[in-house]
Every structure is written in structure tokens, then in C-alpha cells.
């Protein structure tokens, strides 16, 4: 199948780096958990007049470069791709970060090589880019076109309440997921 594999809370570990970059600003802020984070919306679960903080770390040089990968979701890609599958990445860019486009290419070299990033599909519609599965942590996803893929969610705590076929956090059952489909 070909395969398309978003980043961001999928690939790479973003809410966590959040957390932590926003704790080490502001260590006796309250803030949210991991598990906490059950919306969609970057800034639910910190304070109303810390949300133009949270923007401005995930925003800021270096964020994106510096996002560990989801438990798992290296070995998931290799092992999807020694399966047969043809392995696209298709990442919706931060625009108002001026790093945030050349930081997560440079991320997909590091833990993917550069084979993979050449193919880097960058776009806030990912309709328009074909595929037979679309490996996605966001909720719902439109644009401008009925997509030819489906949406196989990544488990997140925003995205619970949809009813799609879903990887484990970690990637334990992506095998069993994509089997079925
Ligand atoms: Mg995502």
C-alpha cells in the first residue's frame, strides 16, 4: 500500500516537548498532563495567560528539530517499509514558525534518512495528495477533495472520541491495524 504517515503526535513526539520545554520556563506553573490533553486546540489544559508562551515555544528555533520520536515509531516505519509498503511523509507546516519546515526535513534525515525526506510532502490539505492510508493523529481531516485514502488514527487523547481504525501510541499493533484494512 502506499502509505501516507503524518508527524506531529505520530512520528514524533510534540505534546511531550510542550510539556517539558513549558515546565522548564515556568517550573511552578500548573500544567497539563499527557493525558490531560483531550482537545484538539495546542494550548487547552495551560493557563489562559500562558497560551502565547505555549505558542511561542512550539513556534521557537529549534522545537521541531529537537522532538523525540513516538515510542516505537522508528521501528514501525522500517518495519512497514520491509513489508512492502511505500512510506510517504505528509506533515502539515507550523507557518508561522520560520523553522518549522526545514527542522522537521532535517528530523526525517536524522531518524529516517534522507531517502525519506526527499519525498517530504508538506501541506495543510491532505486531500489533495493521494494514498491508500493516511496515518493521522488529527481527529477529522478535510479539504478540497474526497480523499483517496483512509484515515487510520494514532491514539492521542484528542482523538478518542473518534470511531476510525487506530494505532496503539506506541505502534504495538500497526501490523494488526493495517491488516484489516
Ligand atoms: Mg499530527
Known amino acids: 500500500m502506499l502509505i501516507l504517515v503524518d508527524m506531529d503526535g505520530v512520528l514524533a513526539d510534540h505534546e511531550s516537548k510542550l510539556i517539558q520545554r513549558y515546565r522548564e520556563r515556568f517550573p511552578d506553573a500548573p500544567y497539563p498532563r ?3 490533553r483531550t482537545t484538539w486546540e495546542l494550548t487547552d489544559g495551560y493557563p489562559a495567560d500562558k497560551h502565547d508562551a505555549v505558542w511561542e515555544i ?3 528555533e529549534g522545537f521541531f528539530a529537537d522532538l523525540d520520536p513516538m515510542p516505537g515509531a522508528i521501528e514501525a516505519f522500517r518495519d512497514m517499509a520491509a ?3 511505500d512510506l510517504v ?6 507557518v508561522r514558525s520560520r523553522w ?5 526535513r532535517h528530523w526525517i534525515e536524522q531518524h529516517l534518512g534522507t531517502g525519506t525526506a526527499r519525498d517530504l510532502v508538506l501541506t495543510h490539505d491532505k486531500t489533495l495528495v493521494q494514498g491508500d492510508v493516511l496515518i493521522d493523529d488529527k481527529p477529522a481531516i478535510v479539504g478540497r477533495r474526497i480523499p483517496t485514502w483512509r484515515h ?5 487523547g484528542y482523538n478518542r472520541d473518534v470511531e476510525l481504525p487506530r494505532i496503539a501510541r506506541d505502534w ?3 501490523r494488526d491495524v493495517l491488516g484489516r484494512i
Open 172 to 174: 504495538s499493533n500497526w
Open 34 to 36: 499527557l493525558e490531560d
Open 152 to 156: 487510520v488514527l494514532v491514539d492521542q
Open 58 to 60: 512550539f513556534s521557537g
Open 83 to 85: 513489508d512492502g509498503h
Open 89 to 94: 511523509i505528509c506533515s502539515a507546516p507550523l
Open 100 to 104: 518549522c519546515e526545514s527542522e522537521k
